[in-house]
């Protein structure tokens, strides 16, 4: 109970000051007492945000420690689930701005009616609420699919920016625990599963407070492959192929999901195959499944290694491998690599927030933070595994 008190004191101690980040530009309320603490200054940001990480990697260790021990339920984390959303759901996407790229791509689609890999936002002249966008001058970015799913939370937000942004993080939001819900089913309702994607402060930072639609694209992905195994081989391709038009990195998916659809195929018409493949090399279904999710999981990690060909890494990119890994049941390397990543990409704003700047110090110390606690959870790993 007292844990639990103070997970919840330190998601509204995040919050609060994340309104403190509100683009001077911008058309939004702003906290006038936050702004020349937070927008204006350099230290005190650095201590709020990495005070808050900090305290919900530890709270979030705690959490699956005692998933292990059976002492928390799958009705319990869904009941943190629905306080995290509670809170975080009402801050301001201080960490990224993706979501206001999303708001202007709908407006450019729905309201001027133009082609968004043709028009950029920029080129719409008198439309004051792209004033304060980083990537204005850039066409769409995202996939048709994503475009068409963006018309519903624009027109919810009835041409009001605020109004908007929130019907955006709702939409995220609902999505977000479409994708919980998924992988909560495809455990068979394990709750350490689910906990150690939904509570994943880099899971719920990256998706309940910037609203990234990767989880989107996930549920997307995570549903083809459910309903490959319920043998609704159409549906589950469209989904996936959904997937794809979301953001591209679920392609990587492509050879794990093909290598399913044509073993599954193959098996419901060859029934008499199934005994005896499963006699021969003692191998049930389950166990079939569980290295599915663990190579989709591999591939996932390798499109988020290559993702610097295009940009630079990012942190909500880390979604992709946790949606997959989350179903793996034996502890792996991957899943030690994993809490190492998560923390550290979290970090990776922490050099832009005491200098201000993308350049100097914070390139080197963005690798350093990204690809230092990983080594560490790798090396803690084979050191224990080995006793």
Known sequence: MVATIFYYITLIFLTIPSWGFVDANALLPKIASLQPVIYFQTLYPVIWYT?????LFGWYFWVLYRIKKGSLTSKHIWLLIAGSIA???????????????????????????????????????????????????????????????????????AGNLLFTLFTFKIFITVWYLVLCYLIWIASERKPWALAFFALNPLVMLSTLVDGHNDVVMMALALGGFFLLKKK???????????????????????PVFIWCLFGLMRRSRFPELKKPQFRESRISPDVLWQQV???????????????????????????????????????????????GFSFGLMLRIVPFFYTRSWSGMTPLVKKIVTFVPPAISALFYGKTRHR
């Open 51 to 55: 005070s808050t990480v900090t305290a």
């Open 87 to 157: 809170i975080l759901v009402w801050s301001y996407p201080a960490l990224s701005n993706d979501i206001f790229n999303y708001i202007a791509t709908a407006k450019v689609t729905f309201l001027y009616r133009e082609n968004p890999y043709i028009v950029m936002p920029i080129d719409l002249p008198n439309e004051p609420s792209f004033s304060f966008l980083h990537a204005a001058n850039k066409v769409a970015l995202y996939g048709p699919v994503w475009i068409a799913l963006t018309a519903i939370p624009h027109f919810l937000g």
């Open 232 to 254: 609704r081989y159409v549906l589950g391709l469209l989904l996936f192929v959904a997937s794809i038009l979301i953001k591209g990195a679920t392609i990587f998916l492509a």
């Open 293 to 339: 999710w663990y190579w989709a999981s591999v591939a996932m990690y390798v499109i988020f290694f290559l993702s610097p060909i295009r940009e630079e890494i990012y942190a909500w990119y880390f979604i992709w491998p946790l949606t997959f890994l989350a179903l793996v049941d034996k502890p792996t390397l991957l899943h030690a690599v994993s809490y």
